[in-house]
């Protein structure tokens, strides 16, 4: 999920994708309390977190609402799809996949019990710090649209700034952190076949295992969140876009800047990270150590405390409908006594000309707002694909030109949300704004500035007042651009599908509920209906595991290709193939497809499961007609240093009969030594 490329099919594992979550409450008020769950998913979804929000609220009456649950995407572009409740996001994953959705579920609800179970008292700390040399802009073209000064204000052109709150207990020791940080999960390119969790997921690993070396990835005390900001425009690819077009003279050049296309196309302009000449697995790493050497800075500080009240806020907000019923849209008034509206969704061309996180394909290009017909072909399929836009739509989408009208796609269930969460939590002088969408880096600046002097200006919070971007959360409501970004029709313009005053939208809510976030602050705020239930009408075309069977004369994890007998040294890859089967037969939530066991003093123990990155699980299918049958092949590639000593890889499998019972397997390769 994520590139939206229906090539991306899933052939493995690299790293498990996982839930981490935070609760906050206030000792004196036992119902006063916040839950972030910080997962590693491209985005929230309203479905996904309708059913969260469903299973926490009734283990925990009173404790954990709709109200203080935020459902935080890290945003990687690496993980499962199939989960998101609208239309549009699901077809490229052909369709909806339950089984996806009741995993992600299920750890985050599991994430929460955990949390909960562990609530002690003890205090927070809040800091921040410059991480260089971790992002840049992917569009800058369009973030120079934007005043030079206010663009002044800034020494960059996306934020650098790690903002981290510590959880420490009454002893003063540290039990996690959760950080927020603007970087697109990217550093894994879209010729990517393996799940991972990309450079978020890096991050948190990384610095779990530094605190505790010897807890097995997902079993840490110390838990270290690592969690998105103002992503929109950002990027980890920090060598730049550049051309990759053999045979032709601008090969190896840079993209154009405004359209970023090489020969007027978008297919071969790629962003470069940092290890890009080794592997992406490489830059994701580097990526992933440039929030960790961030966060280690904060944490060997002693950083300012935090205390104070514990407030939740939350509404549904219909960006197409309002409850006057001469007005087909939302409508608000901006700061000038301007009356502005949001628009029924709608997608832009540009957005089907990606990013250089991801290119496009066909003659869509970036930075195309022409109001003059398109390519004939593109105008006949984009009817048939939507209905076409009115009048009134186009207008008010103006200057973006419509390629798919979602707003008014209703069949065979809805394509777009029209409906979106308005969240904010409050710690103490920490306000987090849980975004339904990827706001732009000065999109979130602007939004960020505007809480913060709606609290001070208002007495919730003094000159202390420190407000964060988190999301995309929630709801997918794609992009939020700023008014000028969106007049030039990048990626990120093109995909603010409620048209261009959507941030100022964002900006009247959020600031409309600041007074809910008061020390005394009673009531409710008026909200919309919520959005309708749409996974039951979902439609998947997911084919499902019928049977497996082993070649002939074969037995579920015989080994087909063993390892080497020759002593293997540090760094050195290992590998060895068995006979498998699907593991959608059991994803094996908490446990492992693989083991690399080691021999220490006559018995085996395990030391690297298949959520270590220096492991990967790869699987395939070698005959579909009419006996299927499929290999599996275990790669590990030993992290330096490595102990010297005999291992042996283990696969850990399940087989599905013609009856439809599912019977575990285990595969054994020969005994390596390390030398």
Known sequence: ????????????????????????????NHSSRVVFINADIAMGDTGVRRTIVSQLSSQYPGLYTNDNIAFVGTHQHSGVGGYLENLLPQVTSLGYVNQTA???VAGSVLAVQRAHDSLKPGGLSLGNTTVLHANINRSPSAYLANPAEERALYEYDQDKDLTLLRFDDESGLARGFLSFFAVHGTSIYENNTLISSDNKGMAAYL??????????????TFVAGFSQSNVGDTSPNTLGAFCESPDQPYDGQPCDPVHSTCGNKTQDCHGRGPGFRTSCFDSNMIIGQAQVNGAMTLMSQTLAPVSGSVKSVHVYMNMRHTKQPCRANHTFTLPNGTQVQTCPAAMGYSFAGGTTDGPGAFDFVQGDNSSQPQNPFWEFVKGAITPGPSDAQVACHYPKPILLNTGYAHSPYEWAPSTVDIQMLRVGNLVMLIIPGELTTMSGRRIRNAIRAELISSGILKDNAYVVVAGPANTYAHYVATLEEYGEQRYEGASTIFGQYTLDAYIDKYSSLVPYLADNATGTPASDAAPAEQTLKAISLQKPVIVDNPPF???????????????????????????????????????????????????????????????????????????????????????????????????LGDSKSFTGSISAFTGISSNFTVR
């Open 1 to 28: 999920m994520g590139y939206a490329s229906l090539a991306q099919t899933d052939t493995g594992l690299h790293m498990r994708q996982r839930s981490r979550a935070f609760i906050i409450g206030d000792p004196t």
């Open 207 to 220: 610095y779990e295992s530094m605190v505790e070396p010897n807890s097995f990835p997902g079993n840490a």
């Open 102 to 104: 009741a995993a992600i």
């Open 553 to 651: 004369r074969k037995q579920f994890g015989q080994v087909l290709i063993d390892v080497d007998s020759s002593p293997y040294s540090t760094g050195d890859t290992v590998t060895a193939q068995f006979v498998g089967a699907n593991p959608r037969n059991n994803l094996r939530l908490e446990g492992t497809f693989l083991t690399v066991d080691q021999l220490v003093s006559g018995q085996w123990s395990t030391v690297r499961t298949d959520s270590h990155p220096s492991t990967i699980y790869n699987w395939s299918r070698t005959n579909t007609v009419r006996f299927p049958k499929s290999q599996t092949t275990l790669i590990e590639t030993h992290e330096s240093p490595v102990a010297a000593g005999t291992y042996r890889l283990v696969y």
